[in-house]
């Protein structure tokens, strides 16, 4: 059990990290494995004080050394779902989870452009994790997304499992397709059924399937906190970081703009400032 | 004429000036000689993202470094005053001014605690600015309070113009006061008057003077800016940082807790960002 669950390992969530370590508090960052941060990717960065012109891959290399060395626990995947029990949090990265007393969100502020029927199946024909719901579909129909890295897993795992996948057009490489994997031409655009799942459009086709996988980098808010208020594509904070749910806080680019990694970094530290107040402050 | 002026040079007004020297708009950082500033004399600052286990010091220096570096353009001295003229503002320092678009109140925590009167006599009788006010005293008797470093100064021209100075207990060295200077062992305790001041209360005795002049590191946010709200001794802004007065920004520990330098450095980011858009974003 930790204190402190924190869910993103951009400049938000490790400057949580550090100000919760620096209090003594145990913390577990949560974050994918390729880390597809626009911080990542930015030739130089020059408006964050204290590091002037740097690299986006160099200054989170800084911060996450900064992090490790403070005693920060890392565990590498996307958290699916954050359930309450009452007294802490699990969050499900799929077949694995972790406990902790309070959780901060921050997962930058990538939400994923869901299809048309997405949400209303999830937990009836759609699914964000192969290895949990895989053995649901044994000898069956699937389609399936592939946008993440652990995609490569997934499809093995449920290529030997299930009857025959169609996989949605995707920008992995897969060297070995399995025999029963066809790759799509068209995308994926529609998923429908009447109580469950039974077929998704691709381009202008609808195919008979039982189930769609979905493996992507990122959980809409729906899915991983049902009831947690938004604001469009942001998650709403009052000024201590609190969202509309006791004991979950937000921070960074998930909360609106200005998107910048001062802003982020501040309101991380805010983040798990609040977080320690109160039940274990 | 600046594009922003930035009152105060913490971690909030340094972050907010390289936000706008990054986008190439002319800033001014007015700031006190003395850094009295709480971070200057923090031993170990641990939870700021970036730069781990620093002294306050050592983080100031780098701070300023990369301000200095990108262009920013600093004035020593202390805002007394900022005056709205309708398409700008003017920074008055006493006896010097700065002009500019916009402006960011980066003060830190620290409000002077007034004295009773104090702020009911402003311009009649009690005044922050030696040289600009002295001459109205011409061989006149006045008390004194002295707890900057400018104080050493305004005490050396104020005491060739008026007839006697009760200089209230100061923690400052005077090599070589005056012979008009009376150093009071009571402290100054409240102001009074009819229409003008014509006494202050030293320790239990009120003594007859036809002025006060008053020197310190801040400036009451009702002298500095009339008309600004407020909540108790911190500054009243949105989530863009905007004051209640348009064109003025407040950011960092002036705006209320948690008093943190990732806090307020990210404000200052945000700060700087708002002030840019619209007029000349």
Known sequence: MFDIIIVGGGAAGLSAAITAR?????????????????????????????????????????????????????????????????ESFFASTGPDFVEGKKVIITTG???PRQLPGES?????????????????YKGKTIALIAENEESHEEMQFLSGVVGKIYLAPTKLHFSDLPENVEVMTQPMKEIDGTDLVDKVLFGDDWLQVDGVFIFRNTTAYSTLIPGLDTDGNFIKVNKKMETNIDGIY????????????????????VAALSAMEGSFG
């Open 109 to 111: 502020v990538s939400q």
């Open 120 to 136: 209303r199946y999830v937990g009836r024909g759609v699914s964000y994790c192969g290895t949990c719901d895989g053995m649901l």
């Open 250 to 269: 937000a921070a960074g680019d998930c909360t609106g703009k200005p998107l910048q990694i001062a802003k982020a970094a501040g309101e991380g530290n």
């Open 22 to 86: 620096q209090k003594g508090k145990s913390v577990c960052v949560i974050r994918p494995k390729d880390n597809d941060s626009w911080i990542y990717k930015a030739e130089k960065i020059s408006n964050y004080l204290g590091l002037p012109d740097i690299s986006g891959e160099e200054m989170l290399a800084i911060f996450e050394k900064q992090a490790v060395e403070m005693g920060t626990e890392f565990k590498i995947g996307i958290v699916k779902q954050i359930l309450p029990t009452g």
